[in-house]
């Protein structure tokens, strides 16, 4: 029994989310998985700046980090 919760705690520290850049406060993003095994149709959905997402088929985190001067992608300036 301790060396299942070992492995488990083992695997959560493992899972260090990807860090995605961004120009805007939010964009679209595909997860195709990992390789080999772990690869998965391309799964697209929107990442807010501030709102980590997890894939829903591979659990993989994303975090959005804005590079440019934020604000909405489709704002044309309006902030
Ligand atoms: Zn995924």
New binding site residues.
């Given amino acids: 029994m301790t060396t299942w919760i070992v492995e488990v705690l083992i695997m959560v520290a493992m899972e260090t989310p990807a860090v995605i850049k961004s120009y805007y406060s939010k964009r679209i993003v595909g997860?195709?998985?990992?390789e080999g095994e772990d690869e998965?149709d391309v799964?697209w959905f929107w990442l807010e700046n501030g709102k980590p997402h997890e894939?829903?088929?591979?659990?993989?985190n994303f975090v959005l980090e804005v590079v440019g001067p934020g604000g909405p992608p489709d704002g044309h300036g309006r902030r």
């Avoid at 997860?31 to 990992?34: E, L, M, R, V, Y």
């Fill in positions: 997860c195709p998985g990992g998965h799964v894939c829903p088929v591979c659990a993989q």
